[in-house]
């Protein structure tokens, strides 16, 4: 079974407190990995895909990286503007619906 | 409109009432989805629709329904309601193998 675990579920950071979320997946082959970030009320933010292990893929303080069984998202030094939960979700190369199967996500708080 | 649009924002609802979700997307994108997210289940695939006239079960698909008379909506329509289906329900869109979601209906349903 396909499947998506993130730890931790809820990360408190201080202000410039670098620190990595975690992913950890199984999937029967992988099309893509996917990074979303969701705020308070809102819809998910598509942030990255990654295809192959050893990818990696950057936006401002966020870098995202991918092995054979799961993805890192690392946050070097956080601003409070980066509180948000963070989504991570795999899509199955067999699936033809494209559908994205979502682990339960990691409530990251900065603190200024 | 830009992206993806949802109505109405929130509803409460009487048990055994039915309640029509409204999705629209002016991307021209030709598949849809629709999701449930639950406190500590995260996103759950209810009905998927690669094309417009086609539509297809995701893994939580009783108790709904879906159409896909055009391109740009992609209504959900609870035939009649259960406290269970208590949720926040995202509307998303594909483009290539990325989808982009829409800002979601909080349902309650009493």
């Known amino acids: 079974e396909d499947q998506v675990t993130q730890s931790p579920e809820a990360l408190r950071l201080q202000e410039g407190e670098s620190s990595s979320l975690n992913c950890s997946y199984t999937v029967s082959g992988l099309r893509g990995l996917f990074w979303y970030r969701q705020d308070p009320g809102k819809g998910p933010e598509f942030l990255f895909t990654l295809y192959s292990a050893g990818e990696e893929k950057e936006k401002e303080r966020l870098k995202a990286t991918l092995t054979k069984k799961e993805s890192f998202l690392h946050i070097t030094a956080p601003k409070p503007e980066d509180s948000a939960t963070y989504l991570c979700?795999?899509?199955?190369?067999?699936?033809?619906?494209?559908?994205?199967?979502f682990g339960s996500g990691t409530r990251l708080l900065v603190r200024p | 409109i830009a992206g993806i649009t949802q109505a109405p924002t929130s509803q409460i609802l009487a048990a055994g009432r039915r309640m029509t979700l409204r999705c629209t997307q002016d991307?021209?994108?030709?598949?849809m989805y629709w999701y449930r997210q639950d406190l500590g289940l995260g996103l759950r695939l209810i009905h998927y629709?690669?094309?417009?006239?086609?539509?297809g079960k995701g893994e939580v698909p009783d108790g709904y329904s879906v159409s896909r008379a055009n391109t740009d909506d992609f209504p959900l329509t609870l035939a009649s309601a259960v406290p269970s289906q208590t949720s926040v329900y995202f509307c998303?869109?594909?483009?290539?193998?990325?989808?982009?979601f829409g800002p979601g209906t909080r349902l309650t349903v009493l």
């Open positions: 991307m021209r994108h030709n598949a």
């Open positions: 979700a795999v899509q199955a190369i067999r699936d033809s619906s494209y559908k994205l199967i």
């Open positions: 998303a869109s594909r483009l290539g193998d990325t989808q982009y």
């Open positions: 629709s690669n094309t417009a006239g086609t539509t």
